[in-house]
C-alpha cells in the first residue's frame, strides 16, 4: 500500500466507523514512517470531519457519528505515545458532569461526542459530580466551557448551586458555563446565570463555538 | 374483549431473554441495603453486579398480588388495580405549562399545580392525579409540597414519583394525617409512588431506598425505568422491551422479597430518541407498539400495570396531539393496562396544557369505553326485534328496544367533541382546542373541591415545616462518596 493509498483507506475506515480497521491502518502507517500529526490530521480528522458533513446534510444519524468519533479515537490513542513534544490543536476545551444525585448521562455524553467530533478537547467527569469537584478540576485544567447536565427535576438546582459556589470562589470569569438537560430552558439558564444553554445537541455546539468565540 | 401484541410462544420468549437477562447480567446498585437485601434472599453477586436466579424471579412473581386497591380521599375514587381498567393519570412532573390566557409556554408555579390538579379533579374521565413541577416552591422538599398541593385541590387517588429517598418519611406523614394514621393507610393507601431506576440496569442510590421505603411503609409500589430504544436499551424494539422487563422485575423481585405479597405495579416505558438531535421521544408508533409488548409480559405475570398513554411529540394542543395521544393510549390498553399515564402532555411529556387535558378526558373516555367491549346475548343481538320490525314496516327508532338501549348508555357521548351539523357548527367555526380551552377556563371558575378539615390542613403545613427544617439542617442533601 502506498503512503496515499494507507491515508485515503484510514479517512474511510473512520467515515465507515470501523475501529477494528482504523486500528489496522493506523499502525501501518505509523510503520510506514508516516508522521503521527499527519496521519491524525490528514487521515483521522478528515475522515471525522466528512462524517460530520454527512450528518449535517442529513446523511448520517447519531450512531454513525458516535462509531466514527470511536474509530478515529482508536486511531489516536494508538498514536499518543509517539505524539511527545507535538501537540494536536483543538478548538478549545470543555469540561462536563451530570450534577450530584443525578446518574443520568447519555445526553451529555451525545453532546461530549458532538464537542470531540467538532474539535473541542472535552474532559467528562462522569455522573453524580458535587460542585467541589467541578470546582477542584476548573482549578487543575483551567476549561473554557463546563458543561453542567442534569435530567431530574428534583436535580437542576444543583447547576445552580454549582455556579454560585464559582462565583463566591471568585472563579466565575474564568470559565463560560453551558446547561443542558430535558427540563432545562433558556428561562432556566438566564435565572440562574449561565452563559449558555442548547436544546439539543446540535445546538449545544454552535453554542460552545460562540462561547469560546467570546471569551 | 382480548387482543394480543406477541403470540404465546413469543411471551414465553422475552421472557426467557429476561430471566437471562437478570441470571447473566443482573444489576447494579450503590444503596448497600438494597443489595444486602437482594444478596440475603438467593441473589448472587458477579463482580459489581447482583445476578437473579430463575427460581428467586419465579417465587417473587407467584406472591405479588395480582389485584389491589388505591383510594382516594373521597371514597366513590377508587383504582382497583389487575381490572385492565385503563384509568386515566396527568401527566408528572413537567417543568413547563401552556399558560391558559396567553397561550405561552413558561415555568409552573404553584398556583398552576393547584389550577392543574383541580382542574383534573373536574374532568370525569381523569382518574389518577399526579404533579407538575412548580418552580416557586422550596426544592429541596419538592415532593412533599406537591403532594399537600395535590391533597387541597383533589380528592381522587394519587400517583407520585419519588425521585429521591430522603423525602419518603414525610410524604408517608402527609398522607396517613390525611387518611387518619399510618396503619390506616396501609388498608387504604392514598397514593401509589413509583420510583425510576435508570436504564440499562442500574439502580442508583435513591430510587433503590425510596424502593424500600416505600414498600416497608406498606404503600403500592411502581417501577419505572425508562429506557430509549438505541441509546439507554437495544434499538430493536423486543430488545428494548426484554432489557426494560429485566430491570422492572429486578424491582418487582425487591419489593416481594423485603415483604411477600406488598403491591406492586409494572410500569413500562421504552421510549426511543431522534437520531439526529439527541432528544427523547414519547412519540408513536414506537411507544404505543413497545408499551403493548410490555403490557402483555405484565399480564403474562399477573401483575399491574401502568404505560404512557396520553404522549407524543406535537408542541401544541392540535391535530397531532390528538392522534398521539390517542394511538399510544390505545394500544397498551387493548392489551390490558390499569392506567395510562402522561394525560395533558405535550412535547414529549416536558410542557402540561389545561386544554389538552381537557381533550384527553375525551380520549380517556372513548378509550374507556371501547375497552368494555360488548356483550353478547340474545338480548343483545335482537333477531326478534329485527323479525318484529320488517314484519310491522315500522323502523327502529320507534321500537322499545331503541329506547331502552339508548338510555343504558349503547351510543358514546362525547363530552367535548363538536357532532352539530355544518351550519350549526358553523356559526361559531370553532375548532376543538379552543372549545378546551374555554371548557377548562368554565371548570377552574366554577369547580369546588371538597376541603381537607383545619385540623389536617394545619398538621400538613407543620409536616412540611419540618420536613424544611430538616432539610436546612442537612438532611435533605444525600450524603454519599
Redesign the interface.
Known amino acids: 500500500m502506498s503512503r496515499e493509498e494507507i491515508l485515503t483507506g484510514l479517512t474511510e475506515a473512520v467515515i465507515e466507523g470501523d475501529d477494528g480497521l482504523v486500528v489496522e491502518l493506523t499502525q501501518k502507517a505509523a510503520d510506514a514512517g508516516i508522521e503521527p500529526l499527519v496521519i491524525i490530521n490528514e487521515a483521522l480528522t478528515k475522515g471525522i470531519r466528512i462524517v460530520g458533513q454527512y450528518f449535517g446534510s442529513g446523511q448520517y444519524f447519531l450512531p454513525d457519528l458516535l462509531l466514527g468519533a470511536k474509530a478515529m479515537d482508536a486511531g489516536v490513542k494508538l498514536l499518543e505515545p509517539l505524539l511527545l513534544g507535538t501537540s494536536r490543536e483543538f478548538y478549545g476545551k470543555v469540561l462536563m458532569g451530570t450534577v450530584q444525585g443525578d446518574l443520568h448521562e447519555i445526553g451529555k455524553n451525545i453532546v461530549g461526542m458532538m464537542l470531540k467530533t467538532s474539535g473541542f478537547e472535552v474532559i467528562d467527569l462522569g455522573v453524580d459530580v458535587p460542585a467541589s469537584k467541578f470546582i477542584d478540576k476548573i482549578k487543575e485544567l483551567k476549561p473554557n466551557v463546563i458543561g453542567i447536565s442534569a435530567l431530574l427535576t428534583t436535580t437542576i438546582g444543583r447547576q445552580k448551586e454549582i455556579i454560585e459556589v464559582l462565583t463566591e470562589e471568585g472563579l466565575r470569569d474564568q470559565v463560560k458555563i453551558m446547561i443542558g438537560g430535558a427540563p432545562i430552558n433558556q428561562a432556566w439558564a438566564e435565572k440562574i446565570g449561565a452563559d449558555g444553554y442548547a436544546e439539543d445537541a446540535i445546538t449545544a455546539v454552535e453554542v460552545c463555538k460562540k462561547l469560546v468565540a467570546s471569551a | 374483549m382480548r387482543f394480543d401484541f406477541l403470540s404465546e410462544q413469543e411471551v414465553e420468549q422475552v421472557h426467557q431473554a429476561t430471566l437471562a437477562i437478570l441470571k447473566q447480567i443482573g444489576i447494579h446498585t450503590t444503596s448497600p441495603r438494597f443489595k444486602s437485601l437482594l444478596l440475603n434472599s438467593g441473589c448472587l453477586e458477579q463482580g459489581d453486579r447482583i445476578v437473579f436466579p430463575a427460581e428467586v424471579v419465579e417465587k417473587a412473581l407467584s406472591t405479588a398480588p395480582k389485584e389491589f386497591k388505591v383510594y382516594g380521599r373521597d371514597d366513590s375514587r377508587v383504582l382497583e388495580f389487575g381490572k385492565s381498567k385503563a384509568y386515566t393519570q396527568t401527566c408528572v412532573?413537567t417543568?413547563?405549562v401552556m399558560d391558559l390566557d396567553s397561550g405561552e409556554k413558561?415555568?409552573v408555579q404553584l398556583k398552576d399545580l393547584e389550577d392543574y390538579v383541580r382542574l383534573a379533579d373536574a374532568l370525569e374521565f381523569i382518574d389518577v392525579v399526579s404533579p407538575i413541577?412548580p418552580r416557586d416552591v422550596p426544592?429541596?422538599v419538592?415532593?412533599s409540597a406537591e403532594t399537600v398541593a395535590m391533597l387541597r385541590n383533589t380528592t381522587k387517588p394519587l400517583r407520585i414519583c419519588a425521585?429521591?429517598s430522603h423525602e419518603m418519611k414525610y410524604i408517608v406523614e402527609i398522607l396517613a394525617a390525611v387518611v387518619g394514621g399510618k396503619e390506616v393507610l396501609m388498608d387504604r393507601p392514598l397514593a401509589y409512588i413509583e420510583v425510576s431506576p435508570?436504564s440499562p440496569l442500574?439502580y442508583?442510590f435513591?430510587p433503590a431506598e425510596a424502593l424500600m421505603d416505600i414498600v416497608e411503609a406498606g404503600l403500592p409500589l411502581g417501577v419505572i425505568p425508562c429506557p430509549?430504544m438505541?441509546?439507554?436499551g437495544p434499538?430493536t424494539l423486543i430488545g428494548c422491551v426484554a432489557q426494560h422487563n429485566a430491570e422492572i422485575l429486578a424491582g418487582v423481585v425487591a419489593s416481594q422479597l423485603l415483604k411477600p405479597g406488598s403491591p406492586v405495579i409494572m410500569s413500562p416505558r421504552v421510549t426511543f430518541?431522534?437520531?439526529?438531535?439527541?432528544?427523547?421521544l414519547w412519540a408513536m408508533p414506537e411507544m404505543g407498539m413497545a408499551a403493548a409488548a410490555s403490557i402483555q409480559l405484565a399480564r403474562y405475570y399477573g401483575i399491574p400495570s401502568t404505560a404512557t398513554g396520553y404522549s407524543g411529540t406535537s408542541k401544541l394542543a392540535d391535530a397531532q396531539s390528538g392522534y398521539e395521544h390517542l394511538y399510544n393510549a390505545l394500544m397498551p390498553a387493548l392489551i390490558g393496562t390499569d392506567v395510562l399515564a402522561a394525560a395533558g402532555s405535550l412535547d414529549?411529556v416536558?410542557t402540561s396544557c389545561f386544554a389538552m387535558l381537557v381533550m384527553d378526558n375525551e380520549l380517556s373516555s372513548v378509550v374507556q369505553r371501547t375497552i368494555k367491549g360488548t356483550e353478547v346475548s340474545e338480548e343483545k343481538l335482537a333477531v326478534d326485534v329485527i323479525a318484529e320490525v320488517i314484519e310491522t314496516h315500522e323502523n327502529f327508532l320507534a321500537h322499545k328496544h331503541t329506547r331502552k338501549y339508548l338510555r343504558a348508555g349503547e351510543l358514546w357521548n362525547p363530552p367535548l367533541s363538536d357532532r352539530q351539523t355544518f351550519e350549526k357548527w358553523a356559526v361559531k367555526g370553532e375548532k376543538i382546542e379552543e372549545k378546551a380551552r374555554l371548557k377548562a377556563k368554565e371548570l377552574l371558575a366554577s369547580h369546588q373541591v371538597e376541603p381537607l378539615s383545619a385540623e389536617v390542613d394545619a398538621e400538613l403545613k407543620q409536616i412540611l415545616q419540618r420536613a424544611q427544617e430538616h432539610a436546612q439542617h442537612g438532611g435533605g442533601v444525600?450524603q454519599?462518596t
Open positions: 412532573g417543568p413547563s413558561r415555568d413541577f426544592q429541596e419538592i415532593v425521585e429521591s435508570l442500574e442508583g435513591d430509549m438505541g441509546s439507554t434499538m430518541m431522534d437520531m439526529r438531535s439527541g432528544v427523547g414529549n416536558l444525600i454519599k
